[in-house]
Structure formats: structure tokens, C-alpha cells
Nanobody
Framework: EVQLVESGGGMVQPGGSLTLSCAASGFTFSGADMSWVRQAPGKGPEWVSVIYAGRGNTYYADSVKGRFTISRVNAKNTVYLHMNSLKPDDTAVYYC????????WGQGTQVTVSS
């Protein structure tokens, strides 16, 4: 069974940091491009970042560039999103996405940035 399980969400004050994890199973993780996508209340999905298989090239949305870092540990079948300098506008449900089998999504993890 193909599965993605996110963790690490929570509530944090503006300027704080969080690291999200996404544990993958049921497919060859090292060969899969992995992304993070978020959805804020009342808004559509927003692509956040991608890390490609192979050389591990990374790309970021302008809204998070310089504050977020995506990484992966293939030996652990896990992709991470390290988030620094968090802003209230970063409040959203964060989803992990694998470009396998037509696209596979995790269940999401809530991130709330509030004082």
C-alpha cells in the first residue's frame, strides 16, 4: 500500500520554527520526486517546495524562499520541511505529495502561526 504520513505540525509564535516530516512507504522512495503543498483556510492549494530524486535539486515558492528548506533521507524514506521565521500567513494544512502512481497525498498536518 502506498502511504505518506506527515507529522510535526503544531502551533508556534511568529518568528518561530517547525520541522515537518513525511514518512513514505509502498514505493521506491529514492526514485520519487517529493513535494510539500499547503492549503490555508478559505484558500486553494499552494505549492511550497519540491525535491527531486537523483541529484536532489530543490525549488521553492517565492513566499517561502529563504525561510523554508526541504530535504530528504532516502535511507529513512522520509522527506522534511524545515520552516524558519514563520509568519501568520504560513498558517495552513501542509501536505506531502509524491509523484508516483498518478500522484499520492498524505493526510496533512496543521501548522498554526499565532501570538
Amino acid at each position: 500500500e502506498v502511504q505518506l504520513v506527515e507529522s510535526g505540525g503544531g502551533m508556534v509564535q511568529p518568528g518561530g520554527s517547525l520541522t515537518l516530516s513525511c514518512a513514505a512507504s509502498g514505493f521506491t522512495f529514492s526514485g520519487a520526486d517529493m513535494s510539500w503543498v499547503r492549503q490555508a483556510p478559505g484558500k486553494g492549494p499552494e505549492w511550497v517546495s519540491v525535491i527531486y530524486a537523483g541529484r536532489g535539486n530543490t525549488y521553492y515558492a517565492d513566499s517561502v524562499k529563504g525561510r523554508f528548506t526541504i530535504s530528504r533521507v532516502n535511507a529513512k524514506n522520509t522527506v522534511y520541511l524545515h520552516m524558519n521565521s514563520l509568519k501568520p500567513d504560513d498558517t495552513a494544512v501542509y501536505y506531502c505529495y509524491a509523484r508516483v502512481y498518478g500522484g499520492t497525498w498524505g493526510q496533512g498536518t496543521q501548522v498554526t502561526v499565532s501570538s
